[in-house]
Structure formats: C-alpha cells, structure tokens
C-alpha cells in the first residue's frame, strides 16, 4: 500500500513537471514572427561579429543557443551592462528592440 502511495504521489510530480515544461515552451509562441525577424536583423547587425551569423560559431563569445530561456532578465542585463568581455550597450537598443533579440534567441533562427 505505502508503495502504490509512493507511486501515486511520483506520477503526481512527473505530471505537474511536464505540465511547467510545456508551460514554458508556451512562452516561445507568444513572441510574433514580425518580432522574431526584427530581432534577428537586430542580432546580425549588431551581435553576429562576436556571436557569429545566425548564432552559430560564436567561437569564444558566449553561445546564445544554450542561453536559458527563463533568464530574460540576465540577458537583457548583460546587453545593457556588459559582461565579462561583452561591452556594456546601455540604453543603445530601445526596449522594443531588446524584446526583439530576446525573441529571437528564444524563438532561434525564423524559418524562410
């Protein structure tokens, strides 16, 4: 019985833990296509000589790929300020711009 219990309140937890992960992949489809597109014009103007073309080969620049997706907030904040070898763009990019890279990171390459 204390084992159909344990399996019980286990299935619980793997449910309410998938239902946050789909819950978070949600968050990807709130961004426009428009926006997604704007922020990858924004990146290859501007984040590509360090990043690389299309987030790949960022050689020793930090790889946006694997950058977490619940962390907006850190990403704006080291666009803004800077960090480590990534100069700080202050108030460079306006805050519809910054939304924009971030759909883009978040959301990856638009598809063609």
């Given amino acids: 019985m204390k084992r159909d219990t344990t399996l019980s309140i286990a299935s619980v937890f793997a449910a309410a833990l998938l239902s946050c992960t789909a819950a978070q992949g949600e968050e990807t489809q709130k961004f426009t296509p428009e926006q997604i597109a704007a922020g990858a014009e924004i990146y290859s103007d501007n984040c590509s000589p360090c990043h690389g073309a299309r987030m790949l080969e960022p050689g020793s620049a930090f790889n946006l790929r694997n950058f ?8 704006i ?8 070898q ?8 306006k805050p519809e711009q910054l939304e924009a890279l971030w ?10």
Avoid: L
Avoid at 103 to 112: F, I, L, R, S, T
């Fill in 86 to 93: 990534m100069p700080p763009w202050g108030d460079f990019f």
């Fill in 103 to 112: 759909a883009y990171v978040v959301a990856g390459e638009p598809a063609n």
């Fill in 77 to 84: 904040s080291s666009i803004t300020r800077g960090k480590n």
């Fill in 68 to 75: 977490p997706h619940d962390q907006r907030e850190r990403f």
